[in-house]
């Protein structure tokens, strides 16, 4: 199940139409499934003025209601046949007789919902069927437990639904008791189904379907089986808070958020096997859950992600089923995702580019790592993408680098990188302030930085070739993204103007550059937000 969220219930309205309207679009004889209810109203007032600015055509459009009381006349203004004529069909270039609504006012239900089935079935199937959810989980009339029947079919109301609705009537007694329903399977035969959820009074049942499994207590939850759902809800209805994880070789980091911002947070020790690994992120994950009310997990990993299973070379992952175990252990809906990508994903939606559409993510570390948003969204691919550190900048004497290829930009700019080329000119200078730093063989980023604030000119020379090399990777990272703005993060940014003055003026065309604000804490919020 896709699953979009919307700030509000507007947005909410406006998705949901245009993805109804892709479907006319792509297909003018398209068969749709409709609901009634408060949360479709929305969506049908978005497609009547697409129809009435002649950017839509239902002209030849087929719909088939989900339901109808039973018994009721259609000019009860209860009725879902008067809802749809006010709603949708009187606003639209509907035809008449492309509009099927089970008929309330028949003497003979249980035919009527048979001829029901037999029309959908000769109009060719529900190409795209429209949801609402009830407070119980019911769709359509399909209540919990007792009426799961498979096709269209009549229905008893439950209590529950019973008072929902009586909002609509001047008094409980005057709801009526039966409908005539499509049956689950009626819904899951449709090729695709959008489910939209509004209000906190659908809080709920959303992270119940999220997050259980499959149960007739939830009819909803029989959507899982479909392959094509996407739930559609806006903030109210999904505010569970959502919890980050980012697994790093030393540290595993934890992040909660909820309703944008960061509740809690803590770290602890990375486990030396898979297994200690496993066992302590369910056992944290189990704890926290207790105490916030989780909706999703996302966790971000380094290596190589396919299927939820990962295989890494800095952690003892090798084709681990990650997101399938966390998911069954912990009972909650989790994504996983590179911890790369993540950090990238963090920066976007928490961090100092927040503003951005599009960035470019990259790490000056022990390599160079990196994530690559477009649109809001982590660019993907079936392989492994983003390795950024390891395009080529220098073709000819290139170093080696341990991927197999010379020349990759992490064996020039990558803190390591950085530290050895330093201490490699310390050598040759002896009589050089860098040379002096060098204690127990060793050479820090900061005492080159230290140095060059003590003029020494061998640590400048350094400092100014790594800050031309690391322009031109990031010149050609934007002349293949063209984002906003590239962050950079990792130990080399605590320099801060120091680093950021000398390099933006080698970056073409003026483009932003920006040190991350939030460097570590990126990837575990990146991670909730997958
Ligand atoms: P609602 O009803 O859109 O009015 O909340 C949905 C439903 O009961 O299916």
């Known amino acids: 199940m896709r699953i979009i969220t919307c700030d509000t219930y507007e947005e909410l309205s406006k998705k949901a139409a245009?993805?109804?309207?892709?479907?006319?679009?792509?297909?003018?004889?398209?068969?749709?499934?409709?609901?009634?209810?408060?949360?479709?109203?929305?969506?049908?007032?978005?497609?009547?003025?697409?129809?009435?600015?002649?950017?839509?055509?239902?002209?030849?459009?087929?719909?088939?209601?989900?339901d109808e009381y039973y018994p009721i006349s259609k000019a009860n203004k209860q009725s879902y046949d008067y809802f749809m004529r006010k709603n949708l069909f009187s606003k639209i270039n509907i035809k008449n007789e492309n509009v099927h609504i089970p008929n309330g006012e028949t003497t003979d239900p249980k035919k009527e919902c048979e001829d029901y089935e037999k029309q959908i079935k000769a109009s060719g199937g529900i190409d795209l069927q429209v949801l609402g959810i009830g407070q119980n989980g019911h769709i359509g009339f399909n209540e919990p437990d007792a009426s799961l029947n498979s096709y269209t079919h009549l229905a008893n109301l439950s209590e529950n639904t019973i008072s929902a609705n009586s909002r609509f009537f001047d008094t409980p007694s005057e709801v009526p008791k039966q409908a005539m329903t499509m049956g689950i399977s009626t819904i899951l035969n449709a090729k695709k189904i959008i489910l939209l959820a509004s209000g906190a009074n659908k809080r709920r049942v959303v992270s119940e379907l999220i997050n259980g499994g499959i149960n007739t207590s939830i009819p909803a939850t029989m959507l899982k089986t479909h392959p094509d759902v996407t739930l559609i809800c806006d903030k109210d209805a999904y505010i569970?808070?959502?919890?980050?994880?980012?697994?790093?070789?030393?540290?595993?980091?934890?992040?909660?958020?909820?309703?944008?911002?960061?509740?809690?947070?803590?770290?602890?020790?990375?486990?030396?096997?898979?297994?200690?690994?496993?066992?302590?992120?369910?056992?944290k994950i189990k704890s926290i859950n207790a105490s916030f009310n989780i909706t999703t997990v996302g966790i971000g990993t380094p290596g190589i992600i396919k299927n939820g299973k990962v295989t890494s070379a800095n952690l003892p992952?090798?084709?681990?089923?990650?997101?399938?175990?966390?998911?069954?252990?912990?009972?909650?809906?989790?994504?996983?995702?590179?911890?790369?990508?993540?950090a990238a994903l963090g920066e976007v939606v928490f961090g100092n580019t927040k503003d951005c559409e599009n960035i470019v993510l990259v790490t000056l570390g022990t390599g160079i790592g990196g994530g690559i948003i477009m649109h809001r969204q982590i660019l993907h691919s079936n392989n492994n993408m983003?390795?950024?550190?390891?395009?080529?900048?220098?073709?000819?004497n290139g170093r080696p680098c341990k991927c197999g290829q010379h020349g990759c930009w992490e064996q020039y700019c990558s803190m390591t990188a950085f530290i050895k080329d330093a201490k490699q000119l310390a050598l040759e200078n002896p009589d050089s302030i860098l040379f002096g730093m060098i204690?127990?063989?060793?050479?820090?980023?900061?005492?080159i930085f230290k140095a060059i604030d003590c003029g020494c000119e061998v640590a400048q020379k350094v400092f100014d070739r790594y800050v031309r090399y690391l322009a031109l990777g990031i010149n050609s990272l934007v002349n293949i993204f063209g984002p906003?703005?590239?962050?950079?993060?990792?130990?080399?940014?605590?320099?801060?103007?120091?680093?950021?003055?000398?390099l933006k003026r080698l970056i073409k065309n003026d483009i932003r550059i920006e040190i991350s604000d939030l460097q570590n804490d990126a990837g575990a919020l990146g991670a909730a937000m997958l």
Do not use: W
């Open 18 to 66: 245009k993805i109804v309207a892709s479907q006319i679009t792509l297909k003018p004889d398209s068969v749709l499934g409709l609901a009634t209810g408060s949360t479709p109203v929305g969506m049908y007032s978005a497609l009547a003025k697409l129809c009435k600015r002649g950017e839509l055509d239902f002209s030849e459009v087929k719909t088939f209601n989900l």
């Open 240 to 283: 569970g808070a959502k919890l980050g994880i980012d697994i790093g070789g030393t540290n595993i980091k934890v992040a909660v958020i909820d309703s944008d911002k960061v509740v809690y947070k803590c770290h602890f020790k990375t486990g030396a096997t898979e297994e200690k690994i496993l066992s302590s992120l369910i056992e």
């Open 317 to 342: 992952f090798s084709d681990t089923p990650l997101q399938s175990i966390i998911a069954k252990e912990t009972g909650l809906c989790t994504t996983v995702d590179n911890d790369a990508n993540c």
């Open 386 to 396: 983003g390795e950024i550190g390891h395009f080529v900048i220098q073709a000819e």
């Open 439 to 447: 204690k127990n063989d060793k050479l820090s980023g900061k005492d």
């Open 484 to 502: 906003d703005a590239v962050v950079l993060a990792g130990g080399v940014t605590e320099q801060g103007d120091k680093l950021l003055n000398p």
